[in-house]
């Protein structure tokens, strides 16, 4: 499992890391932000389709910043899936 590392912009999280095997998310972990929250969206998208939550989580918004955390978790899914196709 290739596991990556992304630096959100504009967010209270700091880091964002997860792994993705045949195309499906594992370990998702987020540092600093919403601990509650962020954690629950780790245990939501575990085992779940990486494009599929990326699509599901891109352009939600926190508190008119133009982005939020989940937002910035699709743009690295969608990083991490652009660099498998390579």
């Not at 999280?13 to 987020?30: A, N, P, Q, T």
Request: glycine share 10%; proline share 1%; hydrophobic share 35%.
């Amino acid at each position: 499992m290739k596991t990556y590392t992304y630096v959100p912009q504009n967010v209270c999280s700091m880091e964002i890391r997860f792994g993705i095997e045949d195309g499906k998310l594992h370990d998702v972990s987020f540092t600093s932000g919403c601990d509650g929250n962020l954690k629950a969206i780790a245990k939501l998208v575990e085992g779940q389709d990486a494009a599929q939550v990326a699509e599901i989580l891109k352009g939600n918004d926190c508190n008119g910043r133009g982005t939020s955390c989940a937002d910035q978790f699709s743009r690295a899914i969608l990083e991490a899936l652009e660099e498998e196709s390579a």
